[in-house]
């Protein structure tokens, strides 16, 4: 009975964190992109 309760929160609780990852993944490629940009406008 304690299981059948806890596994719908399990799993609202996996998604919120794989959605919170995958933000802060786009987020770290933005920042190198960004950062890649401006080293080759410097360069050239």
Known sequence: MKLSRLAPIAVI???????????????????VKGTANAIEDTVQ
């Open 13 to 31: 609780a996996c998604a919120l964190a794989l959605a919170s990852c995958a933000n802060t993944i786009r987020g770290v490629g933005k920042d």
